[in-house]
């Protein structure tokens, strides 16, 4: 059987080093979260942020808006948490109503702000390395859970399933700056199960439930799963079958309580680096 790679035990790990750095800062970190409606996921996580922030000492400002509000109010509150010089990090719930509205929240939303890399700017900085924005938070959340268990990232050989530009692109990047050598490949890579099984690390983040079974996997390896989705009987399951491929591999992250409950902390991090800036 696996090790399990819990993510409480780094969240608290990183929680108590960040309450440290708040305690030193001259300004009171505060964060804002803009939200649009009241899905239950978004409420859900704006409840682990809040509760995570109130132990590090950082204040969180709600700015709640209607689900049909006109884009134009959107637009006026991200504008507005840009001239607030109070306000240190900014998180605007996605997805909104629409592709065009998001890109446009986007292009407002000021970099020095954007604490979970919604701005082309912010992506960008995690392309060229040049640290001017913030990894997305669950990318920097899989670094951080990596790096807490001792799992050496140099000169191993990491294979990436998935490429969307919230966590597979980023990621990839992130971990080649860790002088990993990375192959990211998607549910059209020919041949995948093979490419998975020469990997010394697996990080799945490609969005279909159980796509990762025992066909992908080798004995010593260490799987790293991104994938939030829901099974048949309606309960979380990540992009791996835990119960197949942990009785394979070396170690494993469940889902849920393995990355996702690393993200609110990274959240949080940013949150005081941004302030620690001004």
């Not at 804002?32 to 704006?46: F, M, T």
């Not at 670094?143 to 998935?162: C, F, P, R, S």
């Not at 050598?181 to 059209?188: A, R, Y």
């Not at 279909?208 to 004995?219: I, M, N, R, T």
């Amino acid at each position: 059987m696996a090790e399990i790679l819990k993510g409480a035990p780094v969240a608290a790990a990183l929680t108590e080093k960040l309450i440290e750095r708040s305690r030193t800062l001259k300004h009171k970190p505060t964060l804002a979260i803009l939200r649009v409606g009241n899905k239950p996921d978004d409420i859900s996580y704006e409840t682990g942020i809040i509760k995570r922030c109130e132990k590090i000492g950082i204040d969180v400002r709600k700015i709640l808006l209607l689900e049909d509000c006109e884009n134009e109010k959107i637009f006026e509150a991200v504008k507005n948490l840009n001239d607030d010089e109070s306000v240190h990090g900014v998180l605007v719930f996605r997805p909104l109503s629409d592709k065009s509205t998001e890109k446009r929240v986007s292009e407002i939303l000021s970099p020095a702000k954007d604490v979970d890399c919604m701005t082309s700017e912010s992506l960008a900085s995690v392309f060229t390395g040049n640290n001017a924005g913030y990894p997305p938070c669950t990318a920097q959340a899989c670094i951080e859970l990596l790096d807490h268990y001792g799992i050496e990232l140099e000169g191993k050989n990491v294979v990436v399933l998935g490429r969307s530009l919230v966590i597979g692109r980023p990621l990839s990047i992130m971990l080649q700056n860790r002088n990993a050598t990375v192959t990211m490949c998607h549910s059209k890579t020919r041949n995948l199960p093979e490419i998975c099984k020469r990997a010394e690390i697996i990080v799945a983040a490609i969005g279909k439930a159980g796509f990762v079974d025992s066909s992908f996997v080798s004995p010593g390896q260490v799987v790293i799963d991104i994938g939030i989705n829901v099974d048949e009987n309606g309960k979380l399951c990540g992009d791996v079958k835990f119960d197949e491929v942990s009785q394979i591999v070396k170690a494993i992250t469940p889902v849920p309580a393995g990355v996702g409950s690393v993200t609110t902390s990274v959240l949080a991090k940013h949150v005081i680096e941004a302030c620690e800036k001004c």
